[in-house]
């Protein structure tokens, strides 16, 4: 079994930066891929970025690339999401995720372990 739990979600201004953190627990993190999603209301969860599993590749989404940047350290089982330049339209509920099914996940279906979500609110 594995634990996913998100924080660092809150209110930033358009063009501030915010840093989202991810502790994965129950297996090591490098035994699982990771992944950041986000969900508006109305809208489908999306996969912005992205670790394969031992950490060789990274995803970005196209509305994301150049603003977010995804790292982790194995040793604190912690993968963190750096976000720069926000925008009012980044304004979502951000999820972790985690994967031991498939070595790099890009869609939510690939995910199977989720925390509960951070909000980030960017205002105008």
């Known amino acids: 079994q594995v634990q996913v739990v998100e924080s660092g979600g809150g209110l930033v201004q358009a063009g501030g930066p915010l840093r989202l953190s991810c502790v994965v627990s129950g297996r090591t993190s490098p035994s699982v891929a990771v992944g950041w999603s986000r969900q508006a209301p109305g809208k489908k969860r999306d996969i912005v970025a992205a670790?394969?599993?031992?950490?060789?590749?990274?995803y970005y989404g196209d509305s994301v690339k150049g603003r977010l940047t995804t790292s982790r350290d194995n040793a604190k089982n912690t993968v963190y999401l750096q976000m720069n330049s926000l925008k009012p339209e980044d304004t979502a509920v951000y999820l972790c995720?985690?994967?031991?099914?498939?070595?790099?996940?890009?869609?939510?279906?690939?995910?199977?372990?989720w925390g509960r979500g951070t909000q980030v609110t960017v205002s105008s």
């Open positions: 995720a985690a994967s031991t099914r498939v070595n790099f996940g890009t869609v939510a279906g690939d995910y199977d372990y």
């Open positions: 670790f394969s599993r031992r950490g060789g590749s990274t």
